[in-house]
């Protein structure tokens, strides 16, 4: 294990800045933070609690074993509001005051989300999805940075990856079809980074590795850090330390993000926009009712082809309109283009703005 003095930290923080490093948070710092268990607890309660669907909980792989594809989809809800959950802890807020331009997430969770947003950090989110290619038109930067969900996200409950048979459709989906957004793809490789910080992963498990090397990410030359809180094999350790050239720098997660803090000025850190004015919260619930009230199924697309022609090139026939308003908020919540939506639906309908009314805090 590299001593945690040993690390170049000018190194580290000079890829940070120079937007060559990527930061990877597994669920030891987002979901299992505080308790190690916290996710297999839950699975296992899910499993008793639905005998009837599921069959088991595969423990050492974390998935759980459903009776057939009918049993996983009556239970996605309730696996959903688990990831769900306020997730929020000390680390992870120092880790959004770190100016990393791209953060990729391995569990579905949004935890790192409601921390930006908390501090009014600038910020885009998207997500891996096997149902189509969600392409990120703006490169990330340290100013707007990418957190990316790369085992799909809790706001889209069916590309939750919870059993062995997502695992192997998710497997083939990024390999055989090659279906990550050509952001990602650009920012892993030798010409766009030079730094890979894993925090929290859980390396035991043998599909990292296959994630590892479907990523590209034991090119060279590039440093690797890892700080995970669990104990590791000595042979799993030495696979990834000759193989994929990680250094395991510490097992005590603080005392990682601690220091990798310290290393940026004041000056460097991230902080919200000094405006004087705090930026707006939108109230989400009020906003769908108003829309959906406002526009039927033919207006709804009318209104998308307009104003919103990204949002209507995702729409299909068999989605129904609820899903199309989803989509259309999840695109205005990306872009902070709730004001344009706002404006534009008052103007087609004035009756149900009103009624709907108010639409931020």
């Known amino acids: 294990m590299t001593n945690i003095e040993n690390i170049n930290w000018d190194f580290v923080q000079r890829s940070v800045l120079n937007k060559k490093c990527i930061l990877f948070l597994g669920p030891g710092i987002t979901v299992n933070y505080g308790n190690n268990a916290r ?61 990393f331009h791209l953060i990729i997430n391995v569990t579905p969770d949004k935890t790192m989300c409601k921390i930006f947003e908390n501090k009014q950090f600038t910020y885009k989110t998207e997500y891996y999805s096997m149902k189509r290619l969600r392409q990120i038109e703006q490169a990330p930067d340290t100013e ?9 996200s809790v706001d889209d409950a069916e590309t939750l990856i919870i059993s062995h048979y997502d ?44 994630i590892i090397n479907l990523l590209n990410l ?23 330390e000759s193989h994929f ?39 989400k619930t009020n906003i769908i009712k108003f829309i959906n009230a406002a526009f039927n199924a033919t207006d709804l697309d009318t209104l998308c082809m307009c104003y919103f022609d990204e949002v209507y090139n995702q729409f299909t026939s068999e989605q129904s309109k609820l899903t199309r308003i989803n989509i259309l908020m999840d695109y205005v919540a990306k872009n902070n283009l709730f004001n344009d939506l706002l404006d534009n639906g008052k103007e087609q309908n004035s009756v149900q703005f009103e009624k709907f009314a108010p639409y931020y805090e």
């Open 39 to 99: 996710m297999e607890q839950k699975f296992e309660e899910l499993t008793n609690d639905a005998s009837n669907d599921i069959l088991s909980f595969h423990k050492k792989d974390g998935f759980l074993i459903f009776k057939n594809e009918n049993a996983k989809l009556l239970n996605q809800d309730k696996i959903a509001s688990f990831f769900n959950a306020d997730y929020k802890n000390p680390l992870l807020e120092k880790i959004a005051e770190i100016p």
């Open 144 to 152: 707007t940075p990418l957190i990316y969900n790369l085992f799909g």
């Open 167 to 210: 695992l192997f459709r998710y497997l083939k989906s990024v390999y055989a079809f090659n279906n990550l957004p050509d952001i990602i793809k650009s920012a892993t490789n030798k010409e766009n980074t030079n730094n890979i910080i894993f925090l929290g992963f859980e390396f035991d498990r043998w599909y990292y590795q296959l």
């Open 218 to 240: 034991n090119f060279d030359p590039c440093i690797r850090y890892a700080s995970i809180q669990n104990e590791l094999d000595d042979e799993i350790k030495t696979l990834y």
């Open 245 to 283: 050239g990680i250094n395991f720098a510490s097992r005590d997660l603080k005392m990682f993000v601690d220091k990798l803090h310290s290393c940026f000025a004041e000056n460097q850190l991230r902080k919200p926009p000094q405006t004087g004015e705090k930026p707006r919260k939108y109230l």
